[in-house]
């Protein structure tokens, strides 16, 4: 019994952790599992090209997709990933969409999206990766378009193409930030910051509500702006922090896209907007 999953890279227009409610947009980056089922009890994963990684959010998604359907088996997890980890691009979203993607593969059996998304978050918070359960990013990971949620609720308030860019430029500085070291009380300081950015993002108002989200997670993380900045005057048409960093996201036209690249430096990647099918 063996299956596939494939899930998507998202960015952010308004974070999650200070008010509880998320804005975030599907990217074509992808992250792929391949989980084989086998008499037995335990999940082995291999994580390939990030062997330091730790394992145990694919152990509690197989477990978690097991349990569902009431299954007793052991699994053999591989994955695989052009997502770079703990930079703010959703990898652990991905990563676990996935694998249960894959998992469900395995048993030939469906769940509904929702519910995937549920599952996602719960796993998520049990293995630390998330501090709200990340239900914005894992949307935007299996959905695409543009993804509003109540992270706290557990809810899905709307999904919608993403119309004010087709592609992105990435900044990815070397140093990781962990979700396990974030400043929790500090950022819920900017509570009521984040609440009007996702109102701004709500109305349509994407480039002004990511300026704010991106000035709020720098203050409160101590992350500067200066490469936003630095896009900014190459053309983008918005730009700001992913997550909480250190990644920088900055969305492009086809005719910025190569200054706005050259401005932000030497560690930036590019991708489409994956708008979902």
Known sequence: MKGRGEAHGAVTIVNAIAAGKGCAVGIDLRTWAEVVLVPGEGVEVRLEGFPDEPSELAKLCVQAVLDRFSVKK?????????????????????????????????????????????????????AGVSVTGAMDDAAASLLGGVVFTDNHARALLRRERFDLCDRVVIAVPDRMIRKSGLPKERIALYRPLAEEAFR??????????????????????????????????????????????????????????????????????????????
């Open 74 to 126: 052991g699994a053999r997890v591989r994955t695989g990933s052009d997502i770079p980890v703990s930079r703010g691009l959703k990898s652990s979203s991905a990563a676990a969409n996935a694998v249960i993607l894959a998992t469900l593969d395995a048993l030939q059996a469906e769940m509904p999206a929702i519910d995937i998304l549920k599952m996602n978050a719960d796993v998520s918070i049990r």
């Open 200 to 277: 701004l993002a709500w109305n349509g108002e994407y480039i002004k509500a990511m300026t704010l989200n991106s000035l709020v997670y720098g203050a409160a993380l101590g992350l500067d702006q200066e490469l936003s900045i630095k896009a900014l005057r190459a053309g983008s048409v918005a730009s700001g922090i992913s997550g909480t960093g250190p990644a920088v996201v900055s969305f492009v036209d086809a005719d910025t896209e190569r200054r706005v690249a050259e401005a932000m430096g030497k560690e930036t990647l590019s991708a489409n907007v994956y708008q979902g099918v």
